[in-house]
């Protein structure tokens, strides 16, 4: 049987169409974003850069007289140093057109750069690529960072919930919360839904909801929201919402 070799990808770039390859769909953006090659990146920066210092001094001091080096010495570097920066762009703009994605990023980065080769600015076309390609690892650093923020975040998600119906401690789904309910919160437990603190003081750590490190000394007729980690001393909270309503 013929392996099926064709994948969808969904991408949050709107291309929706289909490629045989999973991280590269031509539509100017690298999906691979949750593993960054940090050694494909720091060679194209470090021997990228290198020949690109190196060609420029030696363009400048043939110009100047310092040095007497054949044109095509310098031009040797600056085109290596175009090739390993600029190559995996070029390639990418090159899909986006067969994809009928022309104008992405890629594609004008490579025009501007080969537009600087054509009227002899070498230093300039491959400074754009360099300074690219720095900027693109920098963007794939920060989406992997916010997806694993909203990883994290998604990990908040309640399991059970201890609660006093009756007189008696009991385990239920959060779900099964009803709004009235009291929640018991120990030291060390999140909030799974937003209440009102009846009994108890606690130091509250919200930095999931707000970002803000410090925690926040709550006490009773305090509002409490899910997603936030009781940090000592335990409280009995009321809820005040229902599971599918939380914060």
Do not use: W
């Given at each position: 049987?013929?392996?099926?070799?064709?994948?969808?990808?969904?991408?949050?770039?709107g291309c929706g169409h289909e490629?045989?390859?999973?991280?590269?769909?031509?539509?100017?953006?690298?999906?691979?974003?949750?593993?960054?090659?940090?050694?494909?990146?720091?060679?194209?920066?470090?021997?990228?850069?290198?020949?690109?210092?190196?060609?420029?001094?030696?363009?400048?001091?043939?110009?100047?007289?310092?040095?007497?080096?054949?044109?095509?010495?310098?031009?040797?570097?600056?085109?290596?140093?175009?090739?390993?920066?600029?190559?995996?762009?070029?390639?990418?703009?090159?899909?986006?057109?067969?994809?009928?994605?022309?104008?992405?990023?890629?594609?004008?980065?490579?025009?501007?750069?080969?537009?600087?080769?054509?009227?002899?600015?070498?230093?300039?076309?491959?400074?754009?690529?360099?300074?690219?390609?720095?900027?693109?690892?920098?963007?794939?650093?920060?989406?992997?960072?916010?997806?694993?923020?909203?990883?994290?975040?998604?990990?908040?998600?309640?399991?059970?919930?201890?609660?006093?119906?009756?007189?008696?401690?009991?385990?239920?789904?959060?779900?099964?919360?009803?709004?009235?309910?009291?929640?018991?919160?120990?030291?060390?437990?999140?909030?799974?839904?937003?209440?009102?603190?009846?009994?108890?003081?606690?130091?509250?750590?919200?930095?999931?909801?707000?970002?803000?490190?410090i925690p926040v000394?709550?006490?009773?007729?305090?509002?409490?929201?899910?997603?936030?980690?009781?940090?000592?001393?335990?409280?009995?909270?009321?809820?005040?919402?229902?599971?599918?309503?939380?914060?």
């Amino acid at each position: 049987m013929e392996e099926n070799k064709h994948t969808n990808c969904d991408c949050d770039c709107g291309c929706g169409h289909e490629h045989h390859h999973g991280n590269d769909c031509g539509c100017g953006h690298d999906h691979a974003h949750e593993e960054i090659n940090k050694k494909d990146f720091a060679f194209k920066v470090a021997v990228g850069g290198v020949l690109l210092v190196a060609g420029y001094i030696l363009s400048e001091l043939t110009e100047r007289g310092v040095l007497s080096v054949p044109n095509f010495v310098y031009l040797i570097c600056f085109g290596i140093s175009y090739l390993i920066m600029g190559f995996g762009i070029i390639k990418e703009a090159v899909e986006g057109i067969i994809h009928g994605d022309v104008f992405n990023e890629n594609f004008l980065m490579s025009i501007a750069s080969l537009g600087a080769f054509a009227v002899g600015e070498y230093v300039e076309g491959c400074a754009v690529m360099f300074l690219f390609t720095i900027g693109e690892f920098l963007q794939s650093l920060a989406v992997q960072k916010s997806r694993k923020s909203i990883k994290d975040m998604l990990e908040l998600k309640p399991q059970e919930v201890t609660i006093i119906r009756d007189g008696k401690e009991i385990t239920v789904s959060p779900e099964a919360v009803n709004v009235g309910d009291i929640m018991i919160i120990r030291p060390g437990d999140k909030l799974d839904i937003d209440g009102v603190i009846v009994e108890g003081n606690a130091e509250i750590d919200m930095k999931a909801l707000t970002g803000e490190s410090i925690p926040v000394s709550k006490g009773e007729g305090d509002q409490v929201l899910a997603g936030s980690v009781n940090l000592d001393g335990a409280v009995n909270v009321k809820s005040t919402q229902v599971y599918n309503e939380y914060t």
